[in-house]
């Protein structure tokens, strides 16, 4: 199984509300990562974690919190998003945090802020 | 990392080979080259990477210069689902510690594959 699951795939939140995405892979990677994609740019990464632990934050701001429960599966929090926020936002795992792993990608989560 | 240079786009006939080149001229011997692409509206997806030799899978085939300064990938028989934008990443292995590997996508190739 070499597959990273994300849901929603589709997500419109207004500006107050509090929800969240999640990502889930079973092909125990002890790499997870949160990348964020607007339309027509390539994908920016915003978090890492190591070994279920946030070792990379891209100066992401904090109404973005990422959580990693457990080693198969990371969520992503939002609350007070703003328009500028709509983007796929795309997890990925790799087998270690290293080069020379290559990262899987789940098919994203679309999300509209409005 | 080293920059990484790739024209914009690319066109290539059905069933023909395409060769996508990247310019990499600044690259350090540690520094491996990546290749993804990401089809329309779906995730990025890993192809192949080197060091220094030439590589080969299912999918494509890498070509490294003698002096890694530049590379080709080659997908040997294009079809319509290799439109895609390709990504050339170079990436310095060695580093220690956690959070050692961060992929950082330039613009990439638009291959659009024509019938």
């Known amino acids: 199984d070499t597959e990273v699951t994300q849901t929603p795939k589709h997500l419109v939140m207004g500006m107050t509300n509090k929800k969240s995405l999640k990502c889930e892979q079973h092909?125990?990677?002890?790499?997870m990562y949160w990348y964020k994609q607007k339309a027509k740019k390539p994908p920016e990464l915003m978090f890492v974690?190591?070994?279920?632990?946030?070792?990379i934050n891209e100066s992401v701001p904090s109404r973005f919190s990422p959580e990693c429960p457990n080693s198969s599966l990371l969520n992503l929090h939002l609350h007070a998003l703003q328009p500028e926020d709509s983007a796929l936002y795309l997890c990925a795992s790799s087998q270690e945090p290293q080069v020379g792993y290559e990262q899987y990608f789940g098919p994203g989560t679309r999300l509209t802020v409005t | 990392d080293a920059k990484t240079t790739q024209p914009p786009s690319m066109d290539c006939a059905e069933g023909r080979a395409a060769n996508l080149p990247c310019n990499h001229s600044?690259?350090?011997?540690?520094?491996?080259v990546y290749w993804y692409r990401q089809i329309h509206s779906q995730g990025p997806q890993y192809i192949i990477h080197g060091l220094k030799n030439n590589e080969t899978n299912e999918m494509a085939s890498l070509i490294i210069t003698e002096d890694r300064k530049s590379s080709t990938l080659i997908l040997p028989h294009a079809t319509l689902r290799d439109t895609a934008v390709y990504y050339c990443?170079?990436?310095?292995?060695?580093?220690?510690?956690?959070?050692?590997?961060?992929?950082?996508f330039g613009k990439g190739t638009k291959l659009s594959v024509i019938p």
């Open positions: 092909m125990g990677h002890r790499a």
């Open positions: 974690y190591s070994y279920e632990k946030l070792s």
């Open positions: 990443i170079a990436l310095e292995s060695g580093r220690s510690g956690a959070g050692s590997y961060q992929l950082t």
């Open positions: 600044t690259i350090s011997g540690n520094e491996y």
